[in-house]
């Protein structure tokens, strides 16, 4: 079983790094990069982080799914970490023509409105235009958190595509939003 919903997905891009000043850290807070992380704690990020908004996809993926998305040497993940814990975290991938796409991005329910994403995005924007990048891109649908679109935005996304459609959630991804 599952339940179908309308979404709406916006794809965003930029072509340089904004000209404002970086974000600073808030207090007891890095950012470290996940090297070999398992399948089961990149399921424990991504369910954490994503349940709220029904993410699904890798979320019925099998651990050796996971391990070769994950394990790919394009893919970079990072989590953020406050006051001793995982905040959130946001997956990389490089792309051949110079590019990153940011494949997840988001918060652990609990850091939302710490003012964490606000730096946390403008570390990952840098971070992909340090490696010498002529493009980074990431999306946003409707099932994501409220003040997902605004916030690529003001960290200096513009929307270059956008497309609505019925998509199936399924029930596991239901469940797990509702825990």
Request: proline fraction near 6%; charge should be positive.
């Given at each position: 079983?599952?339940?179908?919903?309308?979404?709406?997905?916006?794809?965003?891009?930029?072509?340089?790094?904004?000209?404002?000043?970086?974000?600073?850290?808030?207090?007891?807070?890095?950012?470290?990069?996940?090297?070999?992380?398992?399948?089961?704690?990149?399921?424990?990020?991504?369910?954490?982080?994503?349940?709220?908004?029904?993410?699904?996809?890798?979320?019925?993926?099998?651990?050796?799914?996971?391990?070769?998305?994950?394990?790919?040497?394009?893919?970079?993940i990072y989590t953020l970490?406050?006051?001793?814990?995982?905040?959130?975290?946001?997956?990389?991938?490089r792309q051949?023509?110079?590019?990153?796409?940011?494949?997840?991005?988001?918060?652990?329910?609990?850091?939302?409105?710490?003012?964490?994403?606000?730096?946390?995005?403008?570390?990952?924007?840098?971070?992909?235009?340090?490696?010498?990048?002529?493009?980074?891109?990431?999306?946003?649908?409707?099932?994501?958190?409220?003040?997902?679109?605004?916030?690529?935005?003001?960290?200096?996304?513009?929307?270059?595509?956008?497309?609505?459609?019925?998509?199936?959630?399924?029930?596991?991804?239901?469940?797990?939003?509702?825990?």
């Amino acid at each position: 079983m599952s339940e179908r919903m309308h979404v709406t997905t916006h794809f965003l891009q930029m072509h340089a790094l904004p000209s404002a000043n970086a974000q600073l850290p808030p207090a007891n807070t890095k950012v470290v990069q996940a090297h070999d992380l398992a399948p089961s704690a990149y399921r424990d990020l991504y369910n954490g982080v994503g349940a709220p908004w029904l993410w699904y996809e890798r979320s019925e993926l099998s651990d050796r799914e996971i391990l070769k998305l994950i394990s790919e040497p394009s893919v970079t993940i990072y989590t953020l970490q406050h006051a001793g814990v995982i905040a959130g975290y946001t997956e990389l991938r490089r792309q051949p023509q110079r590019e990153i796409q940011i494949l997840y991005f988001g918060l652990l329910p609990t850091h939302i409105g710490k003012g964490l994403g606000r730096y946390f995005l403008d570390w990952t924007v840098r971070e992909a235009f340090s490696t010498g990048i002529d493009r980074l891109w990431v999306h946003t649908c409707s099932l994501d958190h409220p003040r997902a679109l605004s916030a690529y935005q003001r960290a200096g996304f513009a929307t270059y595509r956008r497309e609505s459609g019925w998509v199936s959630i399924p029930d596991g991804a239901i469940a797990r939003q509702r825990a």
